[in-house]
T-cell receptor
Framework: GAGVSQSPRYKVAKRGQDVALRCDPISGHVSLFWYQQALGQGPEFLTYFQNEAQLDKSGLPSDRFFAERPEGSVSTLKIQRTQQEDSAVYLC?????????????FGQGTRLTVV | SQQGEEDPQALSIQEGENATMNCSYKTSINNLQWYRQNSGRGLVHLILIRSNEREKHSGRLRVTLDTSKKSSSLLITASRAADTASYFCATVPIYNQGGKLIFGQGTELSVKP
């Protein structure tokens, strides 16, 4: 596809349930990022991949959060034992290279609601 | 944690007027970017300004950067109702590899027809 694709668009999870969020970046983009956006706030960085290597996971809020990009393209963000505070929009972005000097392209996001 | 602060938090103007949004940040940067987010949708990149640039234009957008004051401004001229959205500045810190973006809290712009 032409843009970054995320699925599902909406997810309702019962507290304690595990969820998996998928991101298809733009083909050929080296860098992939996950962000978490709470209502009325700016996005907050979670983790960063350069190809299949996870170079920065400093923003992951707890060990319940896990991300992977095994073949350097599609990425999955997994949240185990979801809590109400995990409710947010999860945004994926990709960029062409790993220099930080190019724009990032964002997906539409997955809105997670934990009930 | 957020890198910067944006001012104002909300702005309401009439169509045809100019809108100015300001952003301040804390650490030295590689570049600063502005993004727009329409309600319930992803972010769209508007413009990127590098740390050695002072001003940049793109259509009706004008961005300035003052690295001595660690601040930037986004000017939208001749606003339209379709410009109604949230606007975020985001910085790429100079120490950062890979382009991790540090976002501000955003300015909610409402343009009334």
């Amino acid at each position: 596809g032409a843009g970054v694709s995320q699925s599902p668009r909406y997810k309702v999870a019962k507290r304690g349930q595990d969820v998996a969020l998928r991101c298809d970046p733009i083909s050929g983009h080296v860098s992939l990022f996950w962000y978490q956006q709470a209502l009325g706030q700016g996005p907050e960085f979670l983790t960063y991949f350069q190809n299949e290597a996870q170079l920065d996971k400093s923003g992951l809020p707890s060990d319940r959060f896990f991300a992977e990009r095994p073949e350097g393209s599609v990425s999955t963000l997994k949240i185990q034992r979801t809590q109400q505070e995990d409710s947010a929009v999860y945004l994926c972005a990709s960029s062409l290279d790993g220099t930080g000097g190019t724009e990032a392209f964002f997906g539409q996001g997955t809105r997670l609601t934990v009930v | 944690s957020q890198q910067g602060e944006e001012d104002p938090q909300a702005l309401s103007i009439q169509e045809g007027e100019n809108a100015t949004m300001n952003c301040s940040y804390k650490t030295s940067i590689n570049n600063l970017q502005w993004y727009r987010q329409n309600s319930g949708r992803g972010l769209v990149h508007l413009i990127l300004i590098r740390s050695n640039e002072r001003e940049k234009h793109s259509g009706r957008l004008r961005v300035t950067l003052d690295t001595s004051k660690k601040s930037s401004s986004l000017l939208i001229t001749a606003s339209r109702a379709a410009d109604t959205a949230s606007y975020f500045c985001a910085t790429v810190p100079i120490y950062n590899q890979g382009g991790k973006l540090i976002f501000g809290q955003g300015t909610e712009l409402s343009v009334k027809p």
